[in-house]
């Protein structure tokens, strides 16, 4: 077993991965190794053959295969090296990395800079505490786009849909498109996660009911699924009793939210936000380990993969500076979640910075003709008016270097205030 | 003739409300806040288009293929142009780009991979 | 095919592994029958996995008896088997003035009936102990030889070991009747063949009475017990070190808050008497049920790492205690029946027991020559770097990871299946390996296990169940589907 030793490390090979590898390599790191646990690159978008991604990046609309591909070109281009079928096992604070893959066994190597690009994962039924029976038949939507897309295998004929966020919307009608029945969509909250889009070319387009403030509150079937039991919910999120409808259906997919997979960050003793479940970086998305970087879903669960891209652009240029200049020091300004507000990101920012950062945010409810606030103390450094922020879409505002300058006050709070 | 639709554009989701004459044509909107979601109630309420991507089942390969239409098509032909994506035939290997039904139904319209198979 | 069997046992839970592992060791044909499509489909894959130290079965009991002989097998049963095993000990705890009587009675009962170590903690020492305790405990009965072990797991290696030893296994088949023919055999009808057996075994769980009351005069009454379950993620820093018992009711041992050996935290089981027992469904009662309980353990009871819900259904008697050995009325039918809690901890020595009479019976000798249990390899997930470098260059399947959430490779996947009573559905992994056992839940893993099933079994993909039986994972094709017509119908 021979140590290797690069600059920078890269894990993971979706689009984070990919993006932050170009970026790092543009940036003048030739020492690059992108490790990535399925046997191609891509990650979760190789699976989302639906169209309405790089609208922003590449002001057109790409399906997600096509999007994946011009990174993966763009890195081969670049002769940047990506090791597939090879698993990360762990990641430590020196920025020694373990991983392993049958053609090459096990490695031990050693980054100058580590950009932890893993991405999330779905929250599974035990996550929800559904009560019924475990047969087959329940599958989290992802699995399900999985096995129809890249395996050509349905799960099942007749669908109910738990979560209205696009994942599970995107299914509905890919089940229905390949010739499957979806009964319903179901949604505990009042309102959908999901985009307004897809609400209606999803389910309207093809007469699939959502059920708002509803959810599944018994699974029937000792072997493969038979039915479901859905229930309205009150505003506590308590099943009502007698309002249940019964589905009969052989599926149940889940699309309950998303979580940041951070398991080896935290083995590197990355120091992981409860807002984001993610890692807390800097403007830099350096996190609290030095020389450790994070980015795309892994960081914060995204809605669009065009701003997985950015971002992570920014944090392979970043891991690239690192690896020139380490680390920069200056004085650190805070940044807080205030009323509205979840899990902004950076969660902090050195007051020395030169460049414009953009906090990214999920309102906590809908807000209506309301403003983005950004202060400091009783200083208002940004107020930005929407007609909407929903928790569905991530928002976003951008901080000036010169905002920064002349604060007094070593943090900044972002709230959501009602105009 | 009045027919209520959602904007799509973005989060706000205006219910907007068209006016159609008799023969489907159209005539005003009201409850839109912008002219994007003008733009859209007409075409969705005159000829509402729609993208279609599927997988389709490729001989000698474990793995579908995956399509789309290299632009929307009139809404109502999503399930006729299945239909036909059901009986095209594909074989290795393919490239992404790649052209395996063109002008499907006479839309002008062809069908093409979206990833590379071999 | 041979249908004649020197023994027939049914069912092959812990019970009927132990005692098939048993019967492999004396000079006679062995056939094990199971209603299920793998082994351990019943209680025995769904409890609390504590080897109990034999402080609460009523002295002079069989329960008491088998528990305490059981639970000082285990260790070096484990040890030789290769199965999870750690004597965390226990506490059971007190509240009240009542509940500290109560636990000075099991005190003095585990003492008659041999378990050595007992004691009574004060509240500042059990806190110490178990610093997550709910701060409202008054004193508790500590344990130190209570065990935890992975129930299924103990019966896949004694399975193993007896199928390495000539015993036969076969599953997906369901005993219809059992009679005494005039030559003293026995002729055992399944929905798929007609068996003859010189001895037949009763361990057939919740079926137990239904098949004594085939063979007996003197009838049976069992109730079907159910048992609801939380269990939590294991990368979570588990707040107690010890199985964490309350004062046991009629109903049972009450909610333990444990341990697992492979470091998830479970709650449960709650104990609601049911008409089917095969109903394992979990109720929305049952588990808020647990939770309220729990609580009174843990004062900081979150479920924020839940991996799933179970339920098991104990075979409950209404004598109250297990019944084991030969049948006074029918000659040649030996029984295991009522095995619940301590079932787990007993049954090696009610495997042990139960051979010995039915070579006695059969007047068969000891095998000269046994072939021994192949020491199990360390799974990938607890190996360490140079084992893990060693195990990829010997075999590159160690290097494909397929569970990401339990690090299980291919290489043990493939070997689970390959075991001589190998995995043959995605649960059958699941419980041989752990692969898709993490807080995933098999999202990602899943359609790789159910290829590598395919692959080594030669079943076509659409066919590999979740759990045998109709339990398929797929409906068919994008072709098919496309095309409009659609399989298992």
Known sequence: MNDRFVDILIIGAGPAGLAAAISAKENGIDSLLVLEREKDAGGILRQCIHNGFGLHRFKEELTGPEYAQRDIDKAAELGIEIECSTTVLSVSPDHTVTCVSSSRGLQVIHAKAIVLAMGCRERPRGALCTPGTRCAGIYSAGTAQRFVNLEGLMPGKRVVILGSGDIGLIMARRMTLQGAKVLACVELMPYSSGLNRNIVQCLQDYDIPLYLSHTVTDIRGRERLEGVTVSEVDEKRNPIPGTEIEFDCDTLLLSCGLIPENELSLGAGVEISPATSGAVVNESFETSVPGIFACGNVLHVHDLVDHVSNESFKAGAAAAAYVRNGTRRGSVIAVRDGEGVRGTVPQQIRSDTDQPVDLMFRPSAVFRNSSVVVESGAQELIRKKAMIFTPGEMALVTLRPEMLKNIGSDSITVRIERN | ?118 | MNTTFDVLVIGSGITGCATARALSRYETSVLVLDRGSDLAEGATKANSGIVHAGYDAVPGTKKALYNVRGANMYEALAGELGVPYRRCGALVLAFDDADRKTIEELKTRGETNGVTGLEILDRDSLLKLEPNLNPEVVAALWVPTSAIVSPYEMAFALADDAALNGVQFRFDEEVLSVTRDPDGCFTVRTDRETWRCRALVNCSGSSGADLHNQLSARKLTMIHRRGQYYLLDRAMKQPFDRTVFQCPSAMGKGVLVSPTVHGNLLLGPTAEDIDDPLDTATTASGLSDILKKAARTWAGLTTRTNITNFSGVRAHLTTDDFVVGPCEDCPGYFEAIGIESPGLSSAPAIGLDLAEMIAGYLTVSRKEAIVPYPVPPVPFHDMTEEQRAQAVSADPAYGNIICRCEVVTEAEIRRAIRRPVGARSVDGVKRRTRAGMGRCQGGFCLPRVAAIISEETGIPLKEVTKNGGKSYLLSDTVDVFLKGGHDHE
Do not use: H, W
Request: hydrophobic fraction near 40%.
């Open chain 2, 1 to 118: 003739m009045e027919q209520t639709i959602t904007c799509i554009n973005c989060p706000v989701g205006c219910r907007m409300t068209v006016s159609l004459s008799d023969t489907g044509e159209f005539l005003s909107v009201t409850g839109n806040t912008c002219p994007r979601g003008a733009k859209y109630a007409q075409q969705e309420c005159t000829l509402p288009e729609r993208m279609i991507t599927a997988v389709i089942p490729v001989a000698g390969s474990e793995t579908p293929l995956s399509v789309k239409t290299a632009s929307p098509v009139p809404k109502k032909l999503i399930s006729s142009v299945i239909d036909e994506l059901a009986r095209v035939q594909v074989s290795l290997p393919v490239t992404i780009g790649q052209i395996v039904l063109p002008d499907v139904l006479n839309t002008g319209v062809d069908i093409i991979a979206t990833r590379s198979l071999s």
